[in-house]
């Protein structure tokens, strides 16, 4: 849902952990993928994509606006 908060757990050298690595904002979804805004990505803030099913999201997060 847009304005959701996306946690994601990068694999890096040594795998995933299980812990979040960094956040976005979910803009949209559509036709089964994720829009989302981040920043720190490349040292700037970028709309980015993923699938439903990627595998390095590791939960959504519902803020109290």
Do not use: A, R
Request: net charge negative; with cysteine; aromatic share 12%.
């Amino acid at each position: 849902t847009p304005g959701m908060i996306i946690f994601f757990d990068w694999d890096n050298e040594s795998g995933q952990d299980g812990l979040p690595d960094h956040v976005g904002i979910v803009q949209k979804v559509e036709n089964g993928t994720i829009y989302t805004i981040e920043g720190n990505s490349g040292d700037i803030c970028k709309v980015k994509t993923y699938t439903k099913e990627h595998y390095e999201i590791k939960v959504y997060g519902i803020p109290k606006y």
